[in-house]
């Protein structure tokens, strides 16, 4: 491998390395032989399709990222080649089709020589390198549609650096438009990599742009674009990096590009334009990159394991028209993952729960038995795919999580996780589901039915394990008694706000420093552990110590919420005498709590 000025780097922002060389090199801008025919046709009728359910396939960049032996033998990043795109595809066809499966997705560098410098048509647009796509991307996407299967394409978010070549390099199907008339004059830099100048969508010349490229990918017959370095987000922010325009754009391009195109987004999106993301695309990247870009495809603690405490806040937005994307799904080739059995059960585990669209980065030429047993288990892609809403934590964001869904059918998909780094147990008490009495349990996994459970489920659990159920129940609902927050008794730092998203308009706020809440007269009938739901506010990850009675005090984690005004609920456990009680919920001497909106106590 060559060695990189850049290695010194956090592997995390490695990522950010590879698409900022885009910007190295030297540009042969030269005609292309695939260009679309320069008399274009009469405009398409809109032909964008929502995701009714998320996608499923495979992605290059995994593979293009790591440092295994032998993945990249030409250089960092030298996998993506058109031979091994070939060799996925027809292993996808294989293996992995049938279970629904379907899209081959190139990702950054098919327009890359070896040294990463760029290729660039006679109208700015990227072209593919003859050396890694000797045949041409139309002539890739036409194998990979002989094989039953859809082609995915990528690109950056903006007009690269050496596109724009000296400004005049005009745009296609825009008589008089060249490269100077679609972006700033100040020529300022976007993306998150400043790896393209930003188009100035007030200019009519830059949609036209957008059009020519939306154009050129379906005239090669790509089915879906991978729009990467998109902002906020990216670990970008301001006005520089506002990339709405550009996926509005995009969206807008694709509507008369004469093809249905998949439209996903890339990455750590921000939360703030959620309503951007779920109006102009079918997918949004939640984080950053789960690759670990080290010798292996991942690693758990880089960043599989982030996703727990980063998806709770977006698992509300997802549904048909819109999907939570968490990336690749990687547990296919055992040693070459980087994770323990344990570990990738529970990864393919959160991702067909969380209803992230299925896209593996593994060698699918080399999946061993447990790898693909994981990827095609028939019950788990049916969860992921029945086009209801995610599942989400019902309990805090503890080292041990129970994470549901409420089915159609009325069932529940019950997922038990320890994320700890020592075995223990974890609970499912259907408390936390909304009803009392017995339940019947299926494991998904095995597919077995386990029989019937009274009250709750317990499991010894590996570190990272996981188990996965169908709860079917067979008792009757709960009642709750509600306990306002903000009328409880406030010490330290702690006060009254008012929040239009709390059910009394109030909350309790400010619960820092030693800051505390204490709801007073919680009546139960009889002594016990109950799950109490705690219904709180945080823009950001907290923990907060709850104690009864002014007994010992519990720490238990809450996940952001994705913003200060928005109230998730989870529930947490408490020892209660039989009568009237207090419960505390207490920032600690030197922590942040989040804004607590009420509590609520099963009768």
């Excluded at 930003?198 to 009519?204: A, L």
């Excluded at 007994?551 to 020892?575: L, Y």
Aim: with cysteine; aromatic share 10%; charged share 20%.
């Amino acid at each position: 491998m060559r060695s990189s000025p850049y290695s010194a780097l956090p592997a995390r922002q490695l990522r950010a390395v590879v698409v900022l060389a885009l910007t190295a090199g030297l540009v042969t801008a030269v005609p292309d032989a695939q260009a679309v025919p320069g008399t274009p046709a009469a405009p398409a009728v809109a032909t964008t399709t929502p995701a009714a359910k998320p996608f499923m396939g495979w992605t290059s960049w995994t593979m293009q990222s790591s440092k295994y032996p032998g993945l990249n033998p030409k250089g960092d990043y030298s996998y993506l080649t058109e031979a091994n795109v070939a060799k996925q595809a027809d292993a996808m066809a294989a293996k992995l089709r049938k279970y629904g499966y379907e899209y081959v997705n190139i990702d950054a560098g098919w327009w890359m020589d070896w040294s990463w410098k760029p290729r660039f048509d006679e109208y700015g647009r990227q072209k593919a390198d003859p050396v890694r796509f000797p045949s041409g991307m139309k002539a890739v996407a036409d194998r990979i549609h002989s094989k039953g299967l859809k082609a995915g394409i990528y690109l950056p978010v903006g007009l690269q650096k050496e596109a724009y070549g000296d400004g005049r390099t005009p745009i296609w199907n825009a008589g008089g438009c060249t490269t100077a008339d679609i972006v700033h004059d100040d020529l300022r830099t976007t993306n998150g990599w400043d790896s393209s100048y930003k188009i100035d969508f007030s200019r009519p010349c830059a949609q036209k742009y957008i059009d020519s490229q939306a154009r050129m990918f379906a005239d090669w017959g790509y089915d879906f674009l991978k729009l990467d370095g998109v902002g906020p987000g990216s670990f970008k922010s301001g006005d520089n990096y506002d990339n709405v325009a550009d996926v509005a754009a995009w969206q807008k391009a694709i509507g008369t590009a004469g093809r249905p195109i998949h439209l996903e987004l890339s990455w750590s999106l921000d939360y703030g334009h959620l309503a951007d993301w779920k109006k102009y695309s079918d997918g949004w990247r939640i984080d950053t990159d789960v690759e670990c870009y080290c010798n292996t495809l991942v690693s758990w603690e880089n960043s599989v394991d982030d996703r727990w405490a980063d998806a709770p806040a977006w698992t509300d937005h997802a549904g048909p028209g819109g999907w939570n994307d968490l990336d690749s799904l990687n547990v296919g080739n055992g040693e070459m993952d980087g994770l323990t059995k344990a570990e990738r059960q529970s990864y393919a585990t959160l991702w067909a729960i969380a209803k992230s669209p299925l896209y593996t980065g593994d060698d699918l030429t080399r999946l061993d038995s447990y790898g693909l047993a994981l990827l095609t288990n028939r019950e788990v892609i049916a969860i992921n795919q029945n086009g209801a809403p995610p599942a989400e934590p019902v309990t805090a964001s503890d080292p041990q999580q129970v994470w549901a869904a409420k089915n159609p059918d009325g069932t529940y998909t019950v997922a038990l996780f320890n994320l700890s780094d020592a075995p223990a147990s974890v609970t499912a008490d259907w408390s936390t589901l909304g009803f009392q009495g017995k339940a019947s349990v299926r494991d998904v996994w095995n597919g077995e039915r386990l029989g019937t459970y009274r009250d709750g489920i317990t499991q010894a659990l590996p570190a990272h394990g996981s188990r996965l159920f169908t709860v079917t129940p067979r008792g009757t609902g709960l009642k709750w008694t509600g306990y306002e927050a903000e009328a409880g008794s406030l010490s330290g730092n702690a006060s009254v706000a008012d929040c239009s998203a709390c059910s009394d308009g109030r909350k309790a706020g400010n619960l820092y420093g030693g800051g505390k809440v204490t709801v007073e007269n919680v009546v139960v009938r009889r002594a016990g552990t109950y799950q109490v739901k705690v219904s709180y506010i945080t823009g950001d990850a907290r923990s907060a110590l709850l104690s009864a009675n002014g007994g010992g005090a519990t720490r238990h984690e809450f996940a952001s919420t994705g913003d200060w005004s928005t109230v998730n609920s989870v529930h947490v456990p408490v020892k209660l005498r039989a009568g009237t009680n207090t419960i505390t919920i207490d920032s600690g001497s030197d922590g942040y709590a989040p804004d607590i909106d009420r509590i609520d106590v099963p009768k």
